[in-house]
């Protein structure tokens, strides 16, 4: 019912562009899929000085990708071996075996997280300073770094301020106060669909760590049993021009429009306001689209023949990358939509409770304990109206619980959380009495009083400190 988005072929533009051309040969996976980890990659090894300049604002060209597709045709992880062997050729020192800048695995904890990229040793570029040394973090399983923000408020601001290259921090009882500055921290992560809505909390939505991440649907591009074989005569020449435009980028710093870009922002702008204010639904995913494309946008200027200047053509290309992005979110969010418009939680959910009132905890146990309540709510609310959700009239001590139910099995005299009132039937309105009739002319008839018909009454609606690693986020090199 919701097919997946189609991008614009303005986003291979570019050097970028041209590798993923190349490579989609030789792979299965999506070509969006390479694209977009080509670019997180990129804008690690061009480290922390490059920025697009927007007024008083320094965008840093920190790009972090989630790719989400299916388990075993989404071809995650075959579109971060592609992206890595060209990396592995065009900047060694940054993305080779030996260079020690990845981080396998996102650290479990907002302390870990600070401690951890402290402790990493890695070797000194030309531009490194001791302080916001350049990381790139490989998270196959981003659905459960998403879980674990909800634990550790923590982790969830210290990734928020990463995207914005802000110092982070944390205290603990053996190291005291731990103070990373200027971090230049790249992510790339993997999920599937179900994961990614299933483990979306409140927290992540309203304080905007999902809408850091650019998320591309990707799925298999084609069925390749044998595998394929780059084409080292076509790839060598384009390696070789990435590499040169890294070099060249980590030596730049404020990347500006010229003068067709200036005059094409003023247009877009507005227009990417509006896009970023897509409607409640959306808008907690769309919320830094502006940025978004002045970062991509500085990406394609610096891996494209020029000078380091944001051209009208870069701005289109990016524009058309995030708009991909946008659809992409809408099709994973609406991609277990029924024909009757309900999710298959939503439909799970009334399954349930048709039977009956049950408690929240019970409920959780017959649908799944990785569901977020934010989740079943909104599930909940897909019914409008015809599931509610109280609280539990007969609480059994501590914290007092909810139930869900339907909204016609509301105990009298509860006020609903969710959902409405079962509405109360009116007694009929009886027609007023008429007047005593006057003299009337002989030929006149008197008018019978008209019926009132009853007014129906309306639904009333209720508003381990020993490891900072903790097993994960060992510091490896790009072994694929």
Partial sequence: ????????ELVYRGVLGDLTRALEPTTEADPMGVLATLMTYTSHAMGPNPHVQQGLINHPLIIWSLLIGPTSTGKKGTARHAAATVMEMAAPEMAGEDAGFLLDGIPESG????SGLLEMNAPVPI??????????VAEEEWAKALLRGRVDKNFSVNLRKLWERKSISSITKKDGRLILKNPH???????????????LGAADLAGGTINRFLVFSVFRSKALPFGGDLDMGRIKPLVSQLRKYVEAAQKTHAVKMDAGARKLWETLYTDLEALAASGEDMEQFTGRTIPHVLRTAGLYALTTPGPPIITANDLNASVALVRYSIESVRHVMQSDIGPDGKSSLAVKIFNVVSSGPIKASELREVIGRHRSKERIDAAVREWRGDIAVWPDPTPTGGRRGHVYGLAKNIPAGIEPIIGSL???PEPPV?????APARSVPAKQIPLKPLPVKPVAAKPVTAKSPTNPLNGRGKVVG???
């Fill in 111 to 114: 302390a870990a997280l600070v």
């Fill in 127 to 136: 531009w490194h300073r001791e302080d916001g040394f350049p990381v790139l």
């Fill in 185 to 199: 921290v790249c992510i790339t992560g993997h999920a599937t669909p179900r994961e990614f809505r299933d483990s």
């Fill in 478 to 480: 790009f072994r694929i």
């Fill in 430 to 434: 009886a027609p007023p009495t008429p």
């Fill in 422 to 424: 079962p509405e109360e």
């Fill in 1 to 8: 019912m919701f097919e997946k988005p189609t991008p614009s």
